[in-house]
């Protein structure tokens, strides 16, 4: 009877003994590498690596970050370069898991150096579908980077008159593509899309949008020649009829509503995957999600101007106001 | 040293005891008191989580209301948030006037700046006034509500701080109570756990001498003492039963006493029990026996009873025993070595008052000494048991010693051999008893026939001689004559069956002679087969 006693005590302290060490030391030596598409000091891809770093701080894993550099360097040529480099970096690094960040990481490094390979691959900040790459791969697992407009569209309709939708953006493929998407989450009620080259158009657009649509959403000002944001947003105020909204960060002094995408959520999403990748998941396991959470933008001076009252819920939630008194 | 009684010890120990309990009472009181001070710190610290908790409700439903009357802009939402409003006006008066609630004075201030600023809101949208202002007035409601929760939550915490506080205080007041009592529980366990070990060793001590001493008496030493001092009851009760045992003593034959009476007995005892087997022997059985004590006891009596002379075979000493005592039975025990011992064999039998046997007590003299003495007496006997009349070895004794004196007297001496004639014919008609008394008949005739100094014998079966002292040849035809007179007058008696017939010898030695008396008989024996041939011609013709 004591002998068995004292067994049962000894597995007790055995099993207690293998559950401490397993929780303080199951990543312990582990390696992940981040590839980062872009460079340090660009807001968005440095928000995602941030999400990334604050989850694996304090887990032991060995985190290593690689800059693709493709944000400015745009050429094919660079592109397929920094992914070479990236690839005898894997090798000679060589990670328990990959981490890779925005479109470019995944065009120049997984879809042609592991594609469906034993490596576990988890991605984040690709815009809108993967399927592009034709992925997913069986080694490959994340979360897709789409706009909230779906979310954008609800609040602009508590304001609106009506669903008619006018959108106005920049004249580039790459934009034609986010409305088409657009269209996708929010069922075709985009009826009138403008693409502009210039600064002008866009205003005389905007008006004309006004007459024909019940609210409006902008798209990036980037490439719109001769944009001034200040001017933008006087002429807004003086023009404005109808609710006006967007998704994109630089364009929320012309918008009642503004609704962004955060960074940090791609990049702490990818690195949770990675750590139940560690865990001994398969990527396979983990479903590919897109993004969830948004920074939401309310405009006073506009809502003042169109005689908008948001709701206490939105203020409370609204991370950034603009035209508050002070 | 101080004397106390056994219910002295016992009231003294667990008095000690009793007061060690009280003394874990008297230091746990302090640390008992310290953690009720404690517990009510903890009342208030609930009423004010509970009332901060009200608080937030209150704030939380006027938001709501705000919201449903931004959304609807209805009288009916406005009289709704009003309501809201006025509950959080109550909420905020309360606040106000219970004195015990001053802790929650940031989170009244806080409420009463939303209630203001809510208040405000409420106649904006009634009054219809701006998007812009209405805006900004609710942007600084849901400020004030946003600074009401944070701090409503920061006094949460601080609460739950305090309440942390109390409650690791309490902790260490109960680790240092249950430390207390543990210390003072183990100095108990070992304090009683000795006091009962030492009560237990003195008053068992005293009992254990008492059983010791019984022993000793129930192995019949009625010498030993209870040597204890203690004046106590169980010292009481030592003192009397020593008293007792003086009694006894002078009063009771000792074991020892009885033993050493037995043992040293000449004569063989056994004890049997009821079922007649052996339960106790002396020394003298198993010297002369050969047996050992062991080998005897449980055995039955039978063992010793030698099968060839015993009188006890079978049953037959069971029967005797139960017709009571019996002595001086001539018997024969068997020895171990299977030698057969005459012995006088009694026995005496102890019965309780039922009359049931407890006890047969058998005690057996060996008589082998005696037997042997009588054997050999028989042998040395001068006399014929059948006649009385002198044997051979009677008259060659006695024979000698007259010839001797007739030759120093220088006189004669005659031997006369008789023969009884038809010995043989009597036995065999009439049987040897009368033989026996043919015999008998015989020697009276020779007795009345010879004088007082001859010596008459008879030598043989049918045989007899006399030496007759002082007769000379001239009285030889006498004596014969008056032999045959007193024969013949036997012969003549009636109602004999037989008639009785001598065949004689006279030899006589005329002194100066020589010779022994077996030369006289030789020479009268062979005159008597003369004479019994003539007797038998005689009776032939």
Known sequence: ?326 | MMRFSISQKIFYGFSIIILLAVSILLVSYPLLTKIDALSSRVVPLEKETNVSQEGIEIVRLLESKIELYVILGSQEARDEARKALEQLDRFTSKLSIVKDLENLRMIRISAEKISSVADTLINYINKKESADRINQCLLETVKRIQYFEETQKNFQNFKLKQSLEIATEEKEIIRVLLQTFLILELFIVFFGILASFLLSKIITRNLFKLHKVTQEIASGNFQTRVSISSKDEIGQLAGSFNLMLEELRKSTVSKDYLNSIINSMADMLIVLDPQLKIIRVNKTVSELLGYSEGELIGEPINIIFSSAHSLFTGTEFEQHVKKGAFIDYEIHFVTKNKIDIPVLFSVSVISDKEENISYVVCTAQDITVLKNAEQELRALSLTDPLTGLYNRRGLLALGEQQIKIAKRNKEDVMLLFVDMDNMKWINDTFGHAEGDLALIEIAKIMRITFREPDIIARIGGDEFAVIAMQATRNEENVLIGRLKKNLDSRNNEPGKQYVLSLSMGIAVCQAPYVGSVDEFLTRADKLMYKDKRDNLKKHSD
């Open chain 1, 1 to 326: 009877m004591k002998k068995i006693f004292v067994f049962i005590i000894f597995l007790f302290i055995l099993a207690m003994a293998n559950i401490i060490y397993a929780g303080q030391s199951n990543y312990r030596g582990k390696k992940i590498l981040y590839v980062n598409s872009y460079h340090q000091g660009y807001d968005w891809s440095d928000g995602e690596q941030r999400g990334a770093e604050v989850v694996l701080s304090g887990t032991g894993v060995v985190f290593k970050a690689v800059y693709m550099d493709t944000k400015d360097n745009t050429s094919e040529q660079f592109c397929k370069m920094s992914g070479l480099k990236v690839k005898k970096i894997i090798e000679e690094f060589k990670p328990d898991v990959l981490i890779v960040a925005d479109d470019n990481a995944f065009t120049y490094v997984i879809k042609p150096y592991y594609r469906d390979v034993n490596l576990p691959v988890v991605f984040c900040g690709i815009n809108w579908d993967i399927s592009t790459y034709g992925a997913p791969y069986k080694n490959t697992t994340g979360m897709i980077e789409i706009g909230l407009i779906e979310q954008l569209y609800n609040h602009l309709r508590k304001f609106s008159k009506g669903g008619r939708v006018g959108f106005v953006g920049y004249d580039a493929p790459h934009e034609r593509r986010n409305v088409a998407y657009y269209d996708q989450y929010i069922e075709n009620k985009i009826l009138n899309k403008v693409f502009v080259k210039d600064f002008d158009s866009w205003k005389s657009e905007f008006l004309r949008l006004q007459e024909k649509s019940d609210m409006i959403i902008f798209g990036a000002h980037d490439g719109i020649k001769g944009w001034d944001s200040k001017e933008a947003a006087n002429f807004i105020y003086v023009h404005i009829r109808i609710p006006t909204g967007s998704d994109v960060e630089g364009m929320t002094l012309v918008s009642l509503i503004g609704l962004t995408k955060s960074a940090e959520e791609q990049g702490e999403y990818a690195a949770r995957a990675a750590l139940r990748i560690l865990d001994g998941a398969r990527p396979a396991d983990i479903p590919i999600v897109t993004n969830k959470k948004g920074l939401l933008s309310l405009n006073l001076h506009i809502a003042g101007k169109l005689g908008i009252v948001f709701t206490p819920a939105m203020f409370k939630v609204a991370k950034e106001l603009i035209g508050q008194e002070q």
